[in-house]
C-alpha cells in the first residue's frame, strides 16, 4: 500500500440509491485515484505540511454513548438543533421544532433524490481538482441538507453541532444550503472535541438566490490533537446577502477554504475571521471572492492572534472580472504575535481585470502596544489585565460579527478563558 492507500484504507463509503449521486461518487472515486495530496511545493499549500496527518491512522465509527449533559455548554436556546457523533445524525440528542422549514439529515435527503439535490448537490465542490473534495464526496458521512423555500424567513435560528468523541476519528460532513427566492436563514455551526484524536473533512455547498440572506457562522473549538479540513463553497445570485463569521479556537491543523462567486448585479458578501492559536497549533485561513458581475459588493475582515510556537495562515483573494464594473472590494488582515517563536505569514491579493473599481487591501502584524500596555498600567490595572483587555479589544471586531447573542456570550466566555490571558 502506498501512502494514500493506507490513509483511507479505514474510510467506509456510504452507498446511494441516486443514479446522479452514484456518477457523482465514480467521479470522486476517479480523482482521488488520479489526485496526490498537496506539498508545501504547491503555492496553495506552502505553509501548511500535511506530513503529520497523513501518517495518521483514522477510522469512521459510531458513537452512541454522549450524553445531552455533555453538550450544554455548548447550547443556546430557542433554536433548531442538529447533533452529529462522529458524522452520524443523531435524533435523540436533535430537536427541530419548527414545521415550516424543510431541513433533514444529509442522508435522508440523499436517499429521497430530491430535485434540490438532483440540480445542486456537487455543482460547487472541486471534487475533480482537490483531493480532499473528493475523498468527502466519495466517503460523505452525514450533515445538513436545508432547504429554504420562496420568501420564507425562518422564524428561529439553526445550530448545527458536530461532535468526535473517540480515538483516531475520521468523518467527512456534507452540507447542501439552498436559500430560495428572498428567503432568509440564520445558522451557527459549532465543531467540538469531546476525547481522542480526531480528522473532520468538510465540504458545504450554499446556493442563495435573487434576494436570499444568510447569515453563517462557524465556531471551531477541536480538541488539541484533531485535524480539520474545511472546504465552503458559496453562489450568489443578484441582490443577494451572505455575511460568514469563522471562529478558530482549538485543533492541532485547520485549514479552512471558502470561495464565493458573485453571479447577478448588487450582491453583497462578508467574510470575517478571527484566529487564535497557542502551543503548536495550526490555522491557515484562504478565501477566494469571485466578482463576475458588476455593481456588487465585498468586504473581509480577518484577523489573526499567535502566542507561544503557533502558526498561522492567511490568503485572501479576490478576483474582479473585466465584465464586473463599479465592483466594490475590501480586505483587511491584522495579526498580533504574541511569542517571539509564533509565525505570522500573510498574504492578501488582488486580481483586477475591470478599470471602474474601488478595491483596497492591507496587512498588518505587530506585537501588543507597550505604550498602550504601559498606559493602563498607570491607570491601576495589573499587567495581565491590561493585556487581556487589548487582546479582546483588538478581536473584539470580528466577534461582534455574531449576531445571536447567547451565541456570541458563549464563544466569548470559552476564548477568554483559554486564550485572552
Known sequence: MNKKETFLKDF????????????????????????????????????????VLLNQSFRQAPNFDVKREELEQ??????????????????????????????SPLAKFKNKASDQVEQRYGQ??????????????????NGVALHVKKNDTLQRPIQVLHISSGDSISYN?????????????????????????????????IFLEQNAKLNWTEWQNQGSEDYQINNLFVHQKEHSQCSIT??????????????????????????????????????????????????????????????????????GKVFVRQDAQKTNAFQSNNNILLSDNANIYSKPELEIYADDVKCSHGSTTGQI?????????????????????????????????????????????????????
Request: negative net charge; charged residues 25%; proline residues 2%.
Open 124 to 141: 460547487l465542490s472541486n471534487h475533480n481538482e482537490d483531493i480532499f473534495a473528493a475523498i468527502n464526496t466519495f466517503y460523505a458521512t
Open 74 to 103: 455548548y447550547l443556546i436556546d430557542e433554536v433548531d438543533l442538529l447533533v452529529f457523533v462522529n458524522g452520524f445524525y443523531s435524533e435523540e440528542l436533535s430537536s427541530i421544532d419548527n414545521t415550516q422549514l424543510e431541513i
Open 12 to 51: 467506509i463509503a456510504q452507498e446511494s440509491s441516486s443514479p446522479y449521486l452514484q456518477k457523482l461518487q465514480g467521479e470522486a472515486r476517479t480523482a482521488i485515484e488520479k489526485l496526490e495530496f498537496p506539498t508545501t511545493r504547491d503555492e496553495f499549500w506552502k505553509y501548511t505540511r500535511l506530513g
Open 246 to 315: 469563522t471562529i478558530t479556537s482549538g485543533g492541532k491543523q485547520i485549514r479552512n477554504n471558502i470561495y464565493v462567486s458573485h453571479d447577478g448585479e448588487q450582491i453583497n458578501t462578508k467574510l470575517n475571521g478571527l484566529s487564535l492559536a497557542k502551543n503548536k497549533q495550526h490555522i491557515d485561513n484562504h478565501t477566494i471572492i469571485d466578482h463576475r458581475s458588476p455593481n456588487c459588493q465585498s468586504f473581509e475582515t480577518y484577523k489573526g492572534i499567535a502566542a507561544d510556537e503557533a502558526t498561522i495562515v492567511f490568503n
Open 369 to 421: 502596544d507597550e505604550e498602550a500596555l504601559f498606559y493602563l498600567r498607570s491607570r491601576g490595572i495589573k499587567g495581565s489585565t491590561a493585556k487581556k483587555l487589548m487582546i479582546k479589544a483588538f478581536a473584539i471586531e470580528v466577534l461582534e460579527e455574531i449576531k445571536n447573542e447567547p451565541f456570541q456570550n458563549m464563544v466569548v466566555e470559552a476564548i477568554e478563558e483559554n486564550y485572552f490571558v
Open 173 to 205: 460532513p456534507r452540507n447542501l444550503i439552498v436559500l430560495e427566492n428572498s428567503a432568509e436563514a440564520e445558522i451557527y455551526f459549532t465543531k467540538i472535541s469531546l476525547n481522542g484524536m480526531a480528522f473532520t473533512n468538510c465540504v458545504t455547498e
